[in-house]
């Protein structure tokens, strides 16, 4: 999974002023690095979100198309463009998963967890998904040869060949989605998400991190909750 941050325009300031705008107006612009942290844990705890959605982050991001489709689902402060095999020859680039990738599901629906799957579940795995890629990129090659258009050409190709899109999110948006799509101790309410949307959530919520270090810090302090 690759993550890539092209653009980002916010900031832990741009937070506070805009949450003081509403108690002292043009004055909001003052800084100060110990009322700004109990300002931003105040509105995290209370779930004030609206100051949150002051600011943004673009991403560039290549995953499997299954990790995009899921990815999607959000769409509150989520604005998307994936690139189309509509009007360009798709690159064979696939996922297949790595050893340490857990293949057993335990539990019920909803609240399961995978389990270590043993060295022949890897191996089966691993073929099967290499021999069905195969197959239909040579499918897709053949037809794009014979003149097919490639919006017909790509239906043959799977969930797991990748795909490269920009996701444009604010603060708010973003803490929302890592907290469904992280899983963490930390977290008031558990979530299970699927382990390859994890490693691109991890990748964004390191960036998130690193340029809005109280916000961050206040999400992780009143449990992973986007206000």
Known sequence: ???ELVQQLATDEMICM?????TIGRK????????DQGLISFLLRDRHGSPFE???FTFRISAPIFVVREFMRHRAGMSYNEESGRYRELE???YVPAGERPLVQVGKAGRYDFKPGTFEQWFVTSESTRTAYATAWESYQNMLAAGVAREVARSVLPVGIFSTFYVTCNPRSLMHFLSLRTKSDDAKY????QVEIQ???DQMEEHFKRLMPTTHEAFVKHGRVAP
């Open 190 to 193: 558990k979530s299970f998400p």
């Open 54 to 56: 002051h600011g943004s």
């Open 1 to 3: 999974m690759d993550v």
């Open 92 to 94: 064979p680039v696939f």
């Open 199 to 201: 490693m691109v959530a």
């Open 18 to 22: 805009a949450a003081r705008v509403s």
């Open 28 to 35: 909001a612009q003052y800084r100060d690095e110990e009322k």
